[in-house]
């Protein structure tokens, strides 16, 4: 007895030593994951000759607030803001339609060739954005999207991951759901709307923030498409701050801060159904 319990005593230990090691190991993951964010913050609160002073500043002192009052004053700031949240707007609510239909019909509707256009579709995520960007610019230049939001919403509206995503969560629910809806006298489009929509909700809030951190941080799209500055969004926006000869870093931090905090309080409000979309759009394939 005494030799069995001289053995659990040290597995015990073992397991102790592990999980210590363990957090510890977390814990200087998640330190050295905040330091960017500290650092964006920080310097955001500095003077300008500060942001660039070796040995860095960590805590500034006095903490400079007006540097987020000229963020505002020096550039039309809060007019980006609002063009990104129009268009943010449209592009989450659009694509969430679509591609729900989309997958939808990929799930659950039987037809010619589905698998083999599905295949298609899906292989589209293999195509770099670089080699499509010139033929997309043409296109919306001869109808004459250039310069307006119209080119940064509309091609947002179809997505192969999120029809992937959505289509993921689709087959994993039971098909007497809809063979029950059926015999009420449910058209498709009646059982896609009215039933199996409000089961995905988790997946739904999923791609809405992947869809929303996309588009509210995306600068390659509205530097191709926007010239007029009324029309810039905050990416755009934030690198006024940024000249030829010298960048006004505490500005420029200023102004990430701000396009970061809509992105965490997005994450935080939807954290519980981000998860369990993640978990369960693979259940089935």
């Known amino acids: 007895m005494a030799q069995i319990h001289t053995v659990h005593k040290k597995k015990s230990a ?3 030593v592990r999980r210590v090691l363990l957090y510890l190991l977390l ?16 310097t955001s609160l500095k003077e300008q000759y500060d942001a660039v002073k070796i040995p860095p500043v960590w805590v500034p002192i006095p903490p400079r607030w007006q540097n987020y009052v000229d963020l505002f004053t020096q550039q039309p700031m809060l007019q980006f803001m609002l063009n990104t949240i129009k ?24 037809f010619q060739g589905r698998t083999v256009m599905f295949f ?6 293999m195509v770099p954005g670089q080699v499509t960007m010139i033929p997309t610019y043409l296109m919306f230049a001869k109808v004459g999207f250039t310069d307006t939001h119209w080119a940064l919403i509309l091609p947002a509206f179809f997505s192969a991951f999120g029809v992937f995503l959505l289509r993921q969560f689709f087959m994993s629910l ?22 199996m929509l409000p089961l995905i909700v988790p997946a739904m809030l999923t791609l809405g923030v992947f869809t929303l951190m996309n588009t509210w941080n995306d600068y390659m799209g509205p530097l191709i498409y926007l010239s007029t500055p009324e029309k810039y969004t905050m ?29 965490l309080i997005a994450y935080l409000c939807a954290q ?12 089935k394939g």
């Not at 519980?272 to 259940?283: D, H, N, T």
């Open 235 to 263: 990416t755009l926006g934030i690198a006024y701050f940024k000249g030829i000869y010298t960048t006004q870093w505490n500005l420029v931090m200023a102004g990430s801060v701000l396009s970061v905090i809509p992105i």
């Open 87 to 110: 268009i943010v707007f449209f592009v989450v609510l659009g694509q969430l339609f679509f591609s729900s239909l989309a997958a939808y019909s990929f799930a659950r509707i039987k």
């Open 14 to 16: 073992g397991f102790i």
């Open 174 to 195: 039971p098909k007497e759901l809809e063979e029950a809806a059926e015999i009420d006298g449910c058209n498709p489009f009646t059982t896609y709307w009215r039933i």
């Open 27 to 42: 814990i200087i993951i998640a330190v050295v994951m905040l330091v960017p964010f500290l650092w964006m913050v920080s």
């Open 120 to 125: 298609f579709y899906i292989a589209t995520l």
């Open 272 to 283: 519980k159904y981000f998860v369990e979309g993640i978990a369960f759009s693979g259940v």
